[in-house]
């Protein structure tokens, strides 16, 4: 992620487009409620009288027109191009914890790159008995697991360290998906080949230019990493490392490594380009800390948020959300609409379950008023994420990566809502 | 702890040449470099045709490119600038990153001499060795870098450790609250209409 100043973009908020389709929106809850019969109930409707399209229309499909809003998004500002860049996942507009593989972030260093099955290797070699190769086929042939785990990329809300700065949940918050994985314990793969008792690290990398190596200590490689084939029970999707991409739950997005090719035991870190110059974390003092691997607990309401506001005035408002942790479950999730003075605890929609994504609801009756929206996390080790304030407090504003502050949205009286920073 | 799997005999073993042209990182002790060299005096016409287009002549960048040279001392400002000279602990990483995945766009193209080069040529534009400095495998471990000391491992359970708070306060938690800043001033989000579906 470039450090280089923003420049200005294109200026008018979707507010525009937004308070004209809530103002229609007005007029058409109006019309329900008004003293004559609704048309759309009384007039026999062309999707009632003709038939809709044949099973052959569409193979594999795509979300209907209606929903050509909820897409990864791009900043252009923040890399120098767009091919070692990043988009965000339009988190204000989803539901439930399943990201849609069609519109899930991407993150590549060098493009996303084609490789068919039939290309595929995968080398695992260095401090082991048998270095190994194999095939895709063989992959499959390993037992296998299912698990649900969400993938954050280190520099989410990474951009608002220094301030409020992008307005929408999508841009500040959607580095981010989290899918069901089905693939094999990169344990067995090591087992394979077995690992000598030097073995310490496992470097990983993937087939791409990038190749985005990173280092793993043994321990964690040989506990819940996965090497994933399939993701929401398809094939992952090219840009998200087709045919093979490691999983590393709860750990920082870029040690995630896609179009996975080789994996190294060693008795030390390779202190890779990808975790010395870059996925280091610089503090005040200019020292910086390293080997930040755990993504910490987080939440964001997703709406209403800049990109969602309220434009059914008030009454019951559903206030929803999301939160994780790379240290395990999410326990709860409290709720504030003053700003953090007082705070409600919200309703999970499912018990949380270990680094996965989990949605929470606070239903409300909106009186109308200005509302300053927070969120606030706990996870199963005890941890309270902090604000802002608390984090800066420890690290100043130059650490880019990890930013998992408390996010506040400021709902104004007209439902529109905007990204703030607050005392 | 796993229980020792019993081997399914997937997979075959790898050749030596399979694993030369594969396993290529460089770690901080040199493990890895091959033998070779190159002076900053070669890095310098390399770098003019692979590598000034994005970088700059000197190393300091175009554009929004990464700039390679400067930024010493800057860690602790308000804006940091991190190159190779003021950040990167170890030489190995940028030997290893040069010859594995740049130039950007055409990776993998440089031979083990010009990565050493261009090496050189970056170190000079940092102002790290003179003019006539010839890097090789042998003098590799020699280069100094400046930030090598500026590193720690993570320690957030021990500096953070006041965020695991088993009570969080629920009421009351503070008099007054204030906007300080508004994301809408900065006004920098993209557009969202006319996005294609």
Same mark, same amino acid.
Request: proline letters at 6%.
């Given at each position: ?423 | 702890?796993? =229980?020792?799997?019993?081997? +399914? ?6 050749? &030596?040449?399979?694993?030369? /042209? $594969? #396993? ?51 860690? =602790?400002?308000?804006?940091? +600038? ?6 990167? &602990?170890?030489?190995?990483? /940028? $030997? #290893? ?101």
């Amino acid at each position: 992620m470039s450090e280089s100043s923003p420049k200005k973009a294109p200026s008018r908020r979707q507010f525009l487009t937004g308070a004209a389709a809530a103002g229609a929106g007005a007029v058409a809850a109006g019309a329900a409620r008004a003293a004559g019969p609704d048309p759309l109930i009384t007039d026999v409707q062309d999707w009632a009288r003709a038939t809709g399209e044949g099973v052959d229309a569409t193979p594999y499909g795509l979300p209907i027109e209606f929903e050509s809003d909820v897409v990864r998004r791009n900043v252009e500002w923040l890399t120098a191009d767009t091919i070692s860049s990043i988009n965000f996942t339009p988190i204000h507009a989803l539901d439930g914890t399943i990201t849609p593989q069609g519109c899930a972030f991407e993150r590549h260093h060098s493009g996303a790159i084609e490789l068919r099955k039939d290309d595929y290797r995968l080398m695992i070699n260095g401090l082991v008995d048998t270095p190994l190769v194999f095939t895709y086929g063989d992959l499959e042939r390993f037992p296998r697991e299912n698990r649900v785990y969400f993938c954050e990329c280190a520099a989410n809300t990474g951009m608002e360290w220094a301030g409020a700065q992008l307005n929408g949940a999508q841009f500040t918050h959607g580095m981010i998906h989290n899918m069901e994985y089905s693939g094999v314990p990169l344990r067995s793969l090591l087992q394979e080949a077995g690992v000598k008792p030097e073995g310490k690290w496992v470097y990983v990398e993937g087939a791409d230019a990038s190749s985005n190596g990173r280092s793993i200590p043994l321990e964690k490689a040989m506990d819940d990493v996965m090497v994933a084939f399939k993701a929401n029970g398809e094939a992952l999707r090219k840009e998200h490392g087709y045919p093979v991409r490691l999983v590393v739950p709860g750990w920082e997005g870029n040690m995630w490594v896609k179009w996975l090719r080789r994996v190294e035991v060693m008795e030390g870190p390779v202190e890779s380009r990808e975790e010395t110059s870059k996925y280091t974390d610089t503090l005040a003092n200019g020292t910086s800390r390293k080997w930040t691997w755990v993504m910490d607990a987080k939440s964001v309401v997703t709406s209403p948020s800049p990109q969602a506001p309220i434009r059914h005035g008030p009454g019951p408002l559903v206030i929803t959300g999301l939160a994780w942790s790379g240290r395990g479950a999410i326990t709860g999730v409290d709720v504030s609409v003053d700003g953090g003075i007082t705070w409600m605890p919200a309703r999970l929609a499912a018990p949380g379950t270990d680094k996965a994504l989990t949605r929470f609801y606070l239903d409300h009756n909106w009186d109308g008023s200005e509302m300053l929206l927070q969120s606030r996390a706990k996870d199963s080790t005890g941890y309270v994420q902090p604000t802002k304030a608390q984090l800066r407090e420890v690290r100043g504003e130059n650490s880019i990566y990890h930013n998992n502050c408390v996010q506040t949205w400021w709902v104004k009286e007209n439902g529109e809502a905007e990204n703030v920073e607050v005392s | 702890a796993p =229980a020792m799997a019993e081997k +399914l005999g997937l997979g075959r073993a790898a050749l &030596p040449e399979e694993i030369a /042209a $594969w #396993d290529l990182d460089v770690s901080p002790d040199g493990t890895g470099l091959p033998a070779g060299s190159g002076s900053v005096e070669d890095g310098e016409m390399l770098f003019a045709e692979h590598c000034a287009i994005c970088h700059g002549d000197f190393a300091e960048g175009v554009d929004n490119w990464p700039k390679l040279a400067g930024g010493k001392g800057t860690l =602790a400002d308000k804006d940091p +600038l991190k190159t190779v000279g003021s950040y990167w &602990p170890y030489l190995s990483t /940028a $030997w #290893d990153y040069v010859n594995r995945s740049m130039p950007f766009g055409n990776a993998q193209t440089l031979s083990a001499d010009d990565t050493y080069a261009i090496v050189a040529y970056i170190l000079y534009s940092n102002d790290l060795v003179e003019d006539d400095f010839v890097l090789s495998d042998e003098n590799f471990l020699d280069v100094e870098m400046p930030n090598a000391g500026g590193f720690i491992v993570d320690d957030r359970e021990a500096t953070e450790a006041h965020f695991w708070t088993s009570e969080p306060c629920m009421e009351d938690c503070k008099d007054t609250v204030e906007i300080t800043m508004r994301a809408a001033v900065l006004d920098v989000t993209p557009e969202e209409i006319g996005t294609e579906a």
